[in-house]
Structure formats: C-alpha cells, structure tokens
T-cell receptor, first 112, second 114 residues
Framework: QQPVQSPQAVILREGEDAVINCSSS?????VHWYRQKHGEAPVFLMILLKGGEQKGHDKISASFNEKKQQSSLYLTASQLSYSGTYFC?????????????FGKGTHLIIQP | DAGVTQSPTHLIKTRGQHVTLRCSPI?????VSWYQQVLGQGPQFIFQYYEKEERGRGNFPDRFSARQFPNYSSELNVNALLLGDSALYLCASSLSTGGQETQYFGPGTRLLVL
C-alpha cells in the first residue's frame, strides 16, 4: 500500500524550515528518503529502520515514529538547492524483495 | 567511483514494438532493482535481481521481463509496448537485498511510446 505524503507542495523563502510527513497504514521495516530534481534521478538522503530513531546530517534530519508508522523529514534553514520533489519509500518485510513503495511526493520550492 | 549508469538515455518507440533497457550497477553492488516512474508520480517497483536471480517482482504484466548478468549488469525488456508504458525507467543498485540496504538510482531511461 502506497504511503501518504503531506503536504503535496510547499513554497518557502530561503532560510525557512520545512517538515514533510510520510504515513503508512502498514507496519514498516524501513523508510527511505530521496530528493529528485526535475529531469534527474532520485538522490538518496537517508534511511530509517524500525525501532524509532532520528537521523540527520547538515541541516536535513528525519525521524521515524514506529507507533504511528510515520516518518518526518525536517529541513532547517532551507537553501535554494533544497528545491525539488521529496519522496519517501517504504519497505515492509525487511527482506527487500518487494522493493520500495514510494509516495506521490512533496514538491518543495525555495524562493530567494 | 562511477555511479549507476543506464542506456540509452532516451528512446522513442511505437506501439507493439519491443524495447531493451540496460543498467550497470555501482562497482561491488550485487543487487539491481528496476522502477517505472510516470510523470507526477513516485517510482513504482518492477523487479529486483540479486546474484543473477529474480528476488522480487512488482505488479506489472508479463510483458515486462528482466535478467541479470554475471557482471551484475541488468537488462529490462518490455514487449508489445503500449502508450501507457511511456515513463522514466530507473535502475537502482545496492550491495545486497534487504530493507536496510540503500538503493542508489541511475539517471534513468526516458521511454516515449507513440
């Protein structure tokens, strides 16, 4: 079942913060976050495994709430380069054989 | 190190034709997955191969097939093309299988079916 991402789109000024959510109706083994710019391949940001954790590098971090089966991606002090479409990909079994199931994406536009 | 490479970058075919897309994974990666991404949507899983064996298949018709070679490169074949097959086809490689493995995507092959 496809995870639900929210919001669908967000427009920010440079330096503002953003939160993107990814919710699943099924118990998740892992959540993978990617950013895709127009006409390019998805670029890996981070992976979170079940057990509830938070990860981050630079000004991008993420959390995984196992109770709610929800992951959130946090972008702080956004930069112009953060613009793009953010996808969460979820994996249920842990075996990997079912691939990742991606949400419809969140379009992020950063304005100067 | 070279990332995932795919060829060709663009392709135009007509309905009913057959197409073969190619992917070379990151050096050392033994698993290749194929995804279809239609405009405005997230990638949709087609196949996963590991050590030359099919490990997983998504909800796609039998017109779609794939294989992995001893050097871990992979081909995706689509027969009897339909207009709805027009999409960006992405290949992703990972060290092995498993939900904890990071999948790295290639630049994709953009297929247009007329």
């Amino acid at each position: 079942q496809q995870p639900v991402q929210s919001p669908q789109a967000v427009i920010l000024r440079e330096g503002e913060d953003a939160v993107i959510n990814c919710s699943s109706s099924k118990a998740l083994y892992s959540v993978h976050w990617y950013r895709q710019k127009h006409g390019e391949a998805p670029v890996f940001l981070m992976i979170l495994l079940k057990g509830g954790e938070q990860k981050g590098h630079d000004k991008i971090s993420a959390s995984f709430n196992e109770k709610k089966q929800q992951s959130s991606l946090y972008l702080t002090a956004s930069q112009l380069s953060y613009s793009g479409t953010y996808f969460c990909g979820t994996e249920i079994s842990g075996g990997g054989a079912d691939g990742l199931t991606f949400g419809k994406g969140t379009h992020l536009i950063i304005q100067p | 190190d070279a990332g995932v490479t795919q060829s060709p970058t663009h392709l135009i075919k007509t309905r009913g034709q057959h197409v073969t897309l190619r992917c070379s994974p990151i050096s050392g990666h033994k698993s290749v997955s194929w995804y279809q991404q239609v405009l405005g949507q997230g990638p949709q899983f087609i196949f996963q191969y590991y050590e030359k064996e099919e490990r997983g298949r998504g909800n796609f018709p039998d017109r779609f097939s794939a294989r992995q070679f001893p050097n871990y490169s992979s081909e995706l074949n689509v027969n009897a093309l339909l207009l709805g097959d027009s999409a960006l086809y992405l290949c992703a490689s990972s060290l092995s299988t498993g939900g904890q493995e990071t999948q790295y995507f290639g630049p994709g092959t953009r297929l247009l079916v007329l």
